[in-house]
């Protein structure tokens, strides 16, 4: 089975883009360091007038904080998978270096493992 790699390309791209847009949401990129980013203190509109502003922003930044690492791990995935699709690796299993099951990566386009060797 040859696997068509550009269905998964362009749906990892895609994704890439939704990961950067949500990124974009709750930081910033690093003005250092590129493809890094940091997380920033959202405006909340919500924000009961009997808590202390500096309190919500301290607590909204700790949330932020979490989404930001959840996220670039995420695009961190992504972006490996975009390369092995460029190096031809691409869809092979990290572990056993089979082919990686058509539905798991329809599943998660950015996959290293088969289905055997998941979590792995
Ligand atoms: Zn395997």
Same mark, same amino acid.
């Given at each position: 089975m040859t696997l068509d790699t550009t269905t998964f390309k362009k749906k990892l791209l895609t994704e890439k883009d939704l990961v950067e847009k949500e990124l974009g949401t709750v930081g910033r990129r690093s003005p250092g360091t590129v493809g890094d980013w940091e997380p920033v203190a959202s405006d909340r509109d919500? +924000?009961?007038?009997?808590?202390?502003e500096a309190a919500e922003k301290i607590e909204s930044f700790e949330e932020n904080t979490a989404i930001v690492r959840q996220l670039e791990s995420r695009l961190g995935e992504v972006k490996d998978a975009l390369e092995r699709v460029e190096n031809g690796s691409?869809?092979?299993? +990290?572990?056993?270096?089979k082919e990686i099951e058509a539905d798991r990566l329809s599943a998660n386009?950015?996959?290293?493992?088969?289905k055997a060797h998941m979590g792995k």
């Open positions: 919500s +924000a009961s007038p009997d808590r202390d691409y869809g092979h299993c +990290a572990v056993c270096e386009p950015a996959a290293t493992t088969c």
